[in-house]
């Protein structure tokens, strides 16, 4: 929580440097812990989840899977139709085990381990949420089922973004937004900037190379 509140801190100081206007809500995920355990029970219900059960016992093991398959217009977004996912994971099933009904269905609630920290009880057990339902269950809350616009870097585009559209609208029933608009990667000396390539500058990094 503090590395959290540290980052969260510099990125707000830095918007207001460039005039940015500041967003009404800032939401965070462990906030919303309740609305995604709504969305995962209407996505069970409507046959578009399902929580994976223990080979050896047959019992439930606390995971829940989206059927990828069950949502017919995936891949509307980047272009990765269930079409060519098959093709392009044909390879990795022939060795793959996993716990999955298909190699391209994601998470939407993971059971944790007793060593993890975050953690929270859920009708499937302790566990925590998937990364792609977090976004859904923060922008139905405050947004509504369809929005105007949604913005995020092109990097985000598959398999975040199109995994929050198959997601939201198949618990809605409803458009997620009307517009994407997606920046493009930031380059220092004609390399992407990332973490791993440690050459991320914030613009307190900046000003004080001036």
């Known amino acids: 929580t503090q590395i959290a ?28 812990i309740k609305e995604m355990i709504e969305i995962i029970k209407i996505l069970i219900k409507r046959g578009f989840a399902y929580e994976t059960h223990s080979a050896s016992s047959g019992q439930a093991d606390g995971t829940v899977y989206f059927d990828v398959k069950k949502f017919k217009n995936y891949g509307k977004l980047s272009g990765n139709t269930l079409s060519r996912m098959d ?18 269905d994601f998470a939407l ?8 920290l975050m953690k929270w009880e859920s009708p499937w057990g302790e566990g925590f949420p998937g990364w792609h339902i977090e976004c859904s269950a923060m922008s139905i809350k405050y947004l509504g089922d369809t929005f105007d616009i949604h913005t995020g ?8 973004h199109e995994d929050e559209i198959a997601q939201s609208e198949a618990a809605t029933g409803q458009k997620l937004t009307n517009y994407w608009v997606h920046g493009g990667y930031l380059l220092v000396d004609d390399e992407k900037m990332s973490r791993s390539s440690g050459n991320v500058y914030t613009i307190s990094d900046i000003e004080k190379k001036k």
Do not use: C, M, Q
């Open 5 to 32: 509140e540290h980052f969260t801190k510099i990125y707000l100081n830095d918007e207001k440097k460039l005039n940015i206007l500041p967003a009404t809500v800032y939401p965070k995920a462990s906030e919303n």
């Open 87 to 104: 093709n392009l994971l044909k390879a990795v099933r022939v060795s793959l085990e996993t716990d999955k009904k298909d190699s391209i």
């Open 109 to 116: 609630w993971k059971k944790a381990g007793k060593d993890r």
């Open 153 to 160: 870097g092109e990097d985000l585009i598959f398999p975040h």
